[in-house]
């Protein structure tokens, strides 16, 4: 609808040396030399005017019906990752950790779409739902985070805030297995990269370097 109107506009636009202004019945020739009707309620500018004005509209509007469908196909698939987590785990204490949580902390609330945190023997756990969730983490990770991610693959980024602590085996492992269960659906052995937040270089939005790394493999 919106290619359409801008196409009509145009072609009101192309012919206006030949309308009048009382003409409301147009009938023009367009560029593929097809006779195109077009009724319109005002001057001929005026119509095409409005006609671009609406398509503008239009395209707007079909821009943030698509990004709305894309964030909640991401929402989506985010949940089912969890839901395939929580199903996989044996654990009682792990269930309770990645159960869905009624209430988010206020402080935390408004990047519930971004990134989702999970808590462990006192540590935090925060993973990025989507591109913009892994850059907002890399952004705002300390340098003593711990950053995790899938080796050599596309994947999800996993901080855990260390309090310059160094981590245990047990969140090691957790932080890895969260990694790869929100990155993967195919079940499998894969190895899962470590490092210090100051070791991540970033490139472009969440395309890194990283040295001075460990690797964990994990089974699923």
């Not at 001057?43 to 990004?67: G, V, W």
């Not at 902390?105 to 808590?119: G, M, T």
């Not at 929100?182 to 079940?187: A, I, N, P, V």
Request: hydrophobic share 35%; charged share 25%.
């Amino acid at each position: 609808m919106a290619k359409e109107l801008n196409q009509k506009a145009n072609l009101i636009i192309a012919n206006l040396h030949n309308l009048n202004d009382y003409d409301r019945d147009l009938k023009l020739i367009d560029y593929s030399g097809n006779i195109i009707q077009i009724t319109i309620d005002s001057s001929p500018k005026i119509a095409a005017n409005e006609m671009f004005k609406t398509s503008k509209k239009l395209r707007q509007k079909a821009a943030n019906i698509e990004i709305q469908k894309e964030n909640l196909i991401t929402k989506l698939e985010f949940l089912n990752s969890l839901k395939n987590a929580i199903n996989a785990s044996n654990d009682a204490n792990e269930i309770e950790i990645l159960s869905p949580k009624k209430q988010a902390q206020k402080s935390e609330a408004k990047f519930n779409d971004l990134v989702e945190n999970f808590y462990i023997n006192g540590y935090k756990i925060s993973l990025g739902k989507s591109q913009k969730g892994n850059e907002f983490l890399l952004k705002n990770a300390k340098k003593d985070d711990f950053w995790f991610h899938l080796k050599d693959r596309a994947s999800t980024h996993v901080i855990v805030k260390s309090n310059k602590l160094n981590l245990s085996e047990e969140i090691t492992l957790f932080a890895a297995k969260l990694c790869v269960q929100f990155s993967t659906k195919s079940s499998g052995s894969y190895e899962v990269d470590y490092t210090k937040r100051q070791n991540v270089k970033i490139q472009n939005g969440a395309f890194v370097n990283y040295v001075n790394y460990k690797t964990i493999v994990i089974k699923i």
